[in-house]
């Protein structure tokens, strides 16, 4: 079983080849992993952007229609102008059928 003058073997001596399979069979496997590794990344970052890009846009219009939309609930400090030029009108029908009645 053991040698007795401390001798130490390894195999038959072309352990080599071996090695060289192994690291030639893990190089085979490797590169097409990596490749559907980043290609799948790059999709993932594909639509991030979309998404991110989807939102931007809707915060944008979001905005645009608080800011362009009518307030009307809004305490309002003067009358519309349509309501002034009927009130303006009234006012001077009013004052020209008084003048005809005396």
Known sequence: MGHPDGAHTHGS???TGGAVWAVLAVAAV?????????ELVHVLVIVTAVIVG?????VG???AWRWHRPRLDA???A??????A???RAARRSRESGKHQS
């Open 61 to 63: 219009g979001l905005l």
């Open 79 to 84: 009358p519309p102008a349509f309501a002034t």
């Open 54 to 58: 989807l939102g931007a846009v809707c």
């Open 30 to 38: 490797a590169r097409p992993v990596m490749t559907a590794v980043s």
């Open 86 to 88: 009927k009130v303006v």
């Open 13 to 15: 001596g072309g352990g």
């Open 75 to 77: 305490a309002r400090t």
